[in-house]
């Protein structure tokens, strides 16, 4: 089926700010006549949403390696299902807080699982449904980390907030080589600048993007 609606995805590692980044780009859709759904994943239906609580705060037992990546790729395909593939029929644009970037940059090169199984698990569960753009919002992790560490207050940090620096610094990595791989959809962010200079920046590719083509 075709499909008319507009897929941004925002990726990034944690506190890189891809939740403001959001709004930014919710907020020029709609100033641009665009009927809008905002979402994130892991979760974005009842059922993703239920699959995310086991991802990021399940403690009863460790959470297995290939458990956590079908987990992702299960609420991932009922998200795509349920959520964007409805919303993209209906001429939305639909901007979501990760996407499959996240899996490849923390499940691959953060936990080191072989980027074929990623694939094929990613093509299965996207069912064609793919990101027309994906901002990529890159900072030093020490950055991410002391600001989702502000935000955060005294709530306690999630399962992937609890590892060790070195493998958000291997995320980061592989964040940048996925989108030095592909160019054309993937648009590089210096998340590290001040709000109002990162928002200029998002907006700046919206303009160049989508403008014109209306
Ligand atoms: N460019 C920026 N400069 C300084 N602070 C920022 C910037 N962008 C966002 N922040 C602040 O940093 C914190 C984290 O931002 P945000 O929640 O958007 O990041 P995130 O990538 O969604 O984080 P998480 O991965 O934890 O969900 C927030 O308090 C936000 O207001
Ligand atoms: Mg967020």
Same mark, same amino acid.
């Given at each position: 089926?075709?499909?008319?609606?507009?897929?941004?995805?925002?990726?990034?590692?944690?506190?890189?700010?891809?939740?403001?980044?959001?709004?930014?780009?919710?907020?020029?859709?709609?100033?641009?006549?665009?009927?809008?759904?905002?979402?994130?994943?892991?979760?974005?239906?009842?059922? !993703?949403?239920?699959?995310? +609580?086991?991802?990021?705060?399940?403690?009863?037992?460790? @959470?297995?390696?290939?458990?956590?990546?079908?987990?992702?790729? =299960?609420? +991932? =395909?009922?998200?795509?299902? +349920?959520?964007?593939?409805?919303? @993209?029929?209906?001429?939305?644009?639909?901007?979501?807080?990760?996407?499959?970037?996240?899996?490849?940059?923390?499940?691959?090169?953060? *936990?080191?699982?072989?980027?074929?199984?990623?694939?094929?698990?990613? !093509?299965?569960?996207?069912?064609?449904?793919?990101?027309?753009?994906?901002?990529?919002?890159?900072?030093?992790?020490?950055?991410?980390?002391?600001?989702?560490?502000?935000?955060?207050?005294?709530?306690?940090?999630?399962?992937?907030?609890?590892?060790?620096?070195?493998?958000?610094? +291997?995320?980061?990595?592989?964040?940048? *080589?996925?989108?030095?791989?592909?160019? !054309?959809?993937?648009? @590089?962010?210096?998340?590290? =600048?001040?709000?109002? #200079?990162?928002?200029?920046?998002?907006? !700046?590719?919206?303009?160049? *993007?989508?403008?014109?083509? #209306?």
């Amino acid at each position: 089926m075709t499909m008319h609606g507009v897929f941004v995805t925002i990726e990034g590692i944690e506190g890189a700010g891809k939740s403001t980044a959001v709004s930014c780009v919710a907020e020029w859709f709609t100033e641009h006549g665009y009927d809008v759904l905002c979402s994130r994943e892991p979760g974005g239906t009842p059922v !993703a949403e239920d699959i995310r +609580r086991i991802l990021l705060t399940s403690t009863e037992e460790e @959470l297995a390696e290939p458990a956590e990546l079908l987990l992702m790729f =299960a609420a +991932r =395909a009922q998200h795509v299902a +349920r959520g964007i593939r409805p919303a @993209l029929e209906a001429g939305r644009v639909v901007v979501c807080d990760r996407f499959t970037d996240s899996t490849r940059a923390y499940q691959g090169a953060g *936990r080191g699982i072989d980027s074929g199984v990623i694939e094929s698990l990613a !093509a299965y569960a996207e069912q064609g449904v793919r990101p027309d753009l994906t901002l990529l919002l890159d900072l030093p992790v020490e950055i991410g980390m002391a600001r989702a560490s502000a935000r955060r207050g005294t709530s306690s940090k999630d399962r992937f907030e609890r590892e060790a620096h070195a493998f958000f610094e +291997r995320i980061r990595a592989g964040f940048l *080589r996925i989108a030095a791989a592909d160019t !054309a959809r993937i648009c @590089l962010v210096d998340a590290s =600048a001040p709000i109002e #200079r990162v928002q200029a920046q998002i907006r !700046a590719i919206l303009d160049d *993007r989508f403008e014109t083509a #209306r």
